[in-house]
């Protein structure tokens, strides 16, 4: 295992900061309920560019990658867990439970705040685009139609 992954296993097994208050295990030798019923390396390409962006190895190796998905997947996991539990309340999900999981962890919310506009200004210019094209469909047809 690289120094990373020996660094992020210390780290997240005597961190406080993920969602349960449950240990979480030292090594991915020991199959979680999430880590045995799922596909592996769904996330490996994604996860072997940010290890590298964050200063491991071009290549990292195998076991350190299984071991920031196996942390990934069981993060995420209980994080919709806990947001369908909010959501069962009203009867349905939204990203308002998410937020409100993530309220205190200021990075966090701050970065999901950033990406959900991305996200409507990325709606709203596609809507634009679609309507534009549309409009321009319609001149080509009428064009055609005259010729």
Do not use: W
């Amino acid at each position: 295992m690289g120094a990373l992954g020996k660094q992020l296993t210390t780290t997240m097994s005597n961190s406080s900061a993920g969602t349960s208050s449950k240990p979480r295990p030292a090594t991915s030798q020991q199959p979680t309920e999430t880590s045995s019923k799922r596909k592996r390396g769904v996330f490996q390409k994604e996860l072997q560019h940010m290890l590298y962006g964050f200063g491991d190895d071009i290549n990292p190796l195998p076991e350190s990658v299984a071991l920031m998905e196996d942390i990934v997947v069981e993060y995420v996991t209980e994080l919709v867990h806990k947001a369908q539990d909010i959501g069962s309340q009203r009867g349905k999900l939204s990203v308002e439970d998410f937020l409100y999981l993530i309220r205190k962890d200021n990075k966090k919310l701050n970065r999901c705040t950033e990406l959900l506009n991305m996200n409507e200004e990325l709606k709203q210019a596609r809507k634009v685009f679609e309507s534009d094209e549309e409009k321009l469909r319609k001149v080509f047809e009428v064009d055609e139609a005259a010729e």
